[in-house]
DNA sequence: AATATATATGAACACTTGTTCATATATTAA
DNA sequence: TTAATATATGAACAAGTGTTCATATATATT
């Protein structure tokens, strides 16, 4: 019985490439995907998340213990809100920033597993 | 007994500031993994690994599986390939990548549980 | 009310990044 | 050797991104 190729696979049948479409996660969740580790691609933003690991903090206090200006971090926490990664509480004239999600936590881990390996 | 508070932070003492410091990774393994996840952080790339999790391919059929130009492929296998999350055979005329490490997938998958949650 | 403090934001800019186009390299077939 | 196939790569370009600078907003203090 002759493979059915199709004609725009090399070394996959149709069906094969078919099967293999159907079993990836949706385009639209990978897309998702890759817009979540964004987040994560930035190395001011990866140390803000670090920091906040370990506890909440205001915006200043981020920028004294990272070395960085107080708008960059601004811009920064503002991304970081929006993707639902951390969260903020005013409490008077400061805001505590902290992580929002216990993901965080564990995507973290799972990376430096990786680099540290 | 009056808290020595550092002239550059607001809430936090000096000494807070040098255990939150010593508590986080060290500089340069936080940019390694920024590095990591900038690897994830582009669709085409998160579909290439997506894909390769399922079964080893040619750039041929993975481009013709996620209706990306051959060149386009093969650049960011190549930075997939530095980046050593996939390896490549050769067999002939064909060139198999497949994932380099089982890290991968299982960063991969925090990554969905946090974007299906 | 005026001032000081803490944070946010818009615009501009430099820098990075992913794609395309054209072409190069490598292997196989004729 | 020549032609065909599979992959790689350099240059150019468009789009995206992070920072800075100046300024705005919000709260507290005097």
Same mark, same amino acid.
């Given at each position: 019985?002759?493979k059915e190729l199709s004609p725009s696979f090399l070394h996959l049948t149709a069906a094969q490439a078919r099967t293999l479409a159907k079993n990836m996660p949706p385009e639209e969740v990978l897309y998702e995907l890759a817009d979540? !580790?964004?987040? +994560?691609? #930035?190395?001011? *933003?990866? *140390?803000? $998340? &670090?920091? /906040? @690991?370990? @506890?909440? $903090?205001?915006?200043? #206090?981020?920028?004294?213990?990272?070395?960085? &200006? @107080?708008?960059?971090?601004?811009?920064?926490? *503002?991304?970081?809100?929006?993707?639902? /990664?951390?969260?903020? @509480? *005013?409490?008077?004239?400061?805001? +505590? !920033?902290?992580?929002? #999600?216990?993901?965080?936590?564990?995507?973290?881990?799972?990376? $430096? #597993?990786?680099?540290?390996?």
């Amino acid at each position: 019985m002759k493979k059915e190729l199709s004609p725009s696979f090399l070394h996959l049948t149709a069906a094969q490439a078919r099967t293999l479409a159907k079993n990836m996660p949706p385009e639209e969740v990978l897309y998702e995907l890759a817009d979540l !580790y964004k987040m +994560f691609a #930035d190395s001011t *933003r990866v *140390r803000i $998340l &670090s920091a /906040l @690991q370990a @506890q909440e $903090l205001c915006v200043l #206090d981020l920028a004294a213990l990272l070395g960085v &200006s @107080q708008s960059a971090l601004s811009h920064q926490l *503002r991304i970081l809100k929006q993707a639902k /990664l951390v969260k903020s @509480q *005013r409490e008077g004239k400061i805001i +505590f !920033y902290s992580l929002a #999600d216990s993901h965080v936590e564990s995507i973290f881990k799972q990376g $430096l #597993d990786h680099v540290r390996e």
